[in-house]
């Protein structure tokens, strides 16, 4: 199984516009993805650079026909005229989505920085390796306050997800109530924007106190010893040169990393200052 995550920062291009058809056509020169975990996708929005108002969520399902479409808001505002601003993660899947949850994340009051609403996007596939949870999320960039608690957060809903997967709920033959499975095998993926070796990073890891399955860093996993490769500001952009750091992770849990195969980062300047991080599964 092949799975990439990326923030596209709306689909950004080398020229600085947005463009879908680009995007997509990245995503397939990184890899011949089985499941896609996208950040920063936008409708409505016509005051952020490049950005034309498309409905960003419907062209990247357009562009990826034979794909589950399945979309997180995190950011539903009113917008001008009768459309509405949407902005948040989405994550496309070849295989059949069996349950999808959305996980609005903490927002706690801080109010000497700019932040906007979090979410964790989860969804439950039927793949060859069984029922796997996929999470994708994008945390807080400019609140360590915000980001801390949203760690935390990530860390209940691990919990919550493997005693459900552990011990499935009675329910009905159908409806609301119908008993759908939630994985117990999974992957965590997206911007968490955190450094290797910050707090939030070893937070994250942390052992449980009930025996919970603990996540752990594909990187670190599939390249031990290494540092990690850079996912950001790899090409400079006018306005935005930095040195090239990690804040683009894959973290899975203990069953899978004996299934780790491959661990890389995109090296090519396809427009967003994040790379592409795509991961093989055996």
Known sequence: ??????????????RGDCDMA?????????ADADVICLQEVSS?????????????????AHHFPGYVPVVGLACDSAGEGVARCLFGNMILSRYPVL???RHALPWPP??????????????TLATPLGPLRVTTTHLEYFSRAQRSAQVQRLRDVQREAA?????PRAGAAAGPFGAMPRGGAALL?????????SWEYHCLQAPFDDGTPVYADAWRLRHPGQAHAPTVCLHDHPGRPADPFTCDFVFVSADLAPR???VRVAPDEFGPDHQPLAIRLA
Request: net charge negative; with cysteine.
């Open 1 to 14: 199984m092949n799975l990439i995550t990326w923030n596209i920062q709306r689909g950004r291009t080398p």
């Open 22 to 30: 680009h995007t997509a056509a990245s995503l397939r020169a990184v």
């Open 44 to 60: 409505g929005y016509t005051d952020m650079p490049g950005c034309d108002g498309a409905n960003q969520f419907a062209l990247l």
């Open 99 to 101: 349950q999808v949850i």
């Open 110 to 123: 801080d109010p000497g920085v700019m932040s906007m609403q979090r979410i964790a996007l989860e969804a």
């Open 163 to 167: 005693a459900h997967a552990a011990h």
């Open 189 to 197: 993926a997206g911007d968490c924007n955190f450094l290797p070796g």
């Open 260 to 262: 780790l195969a491959e």
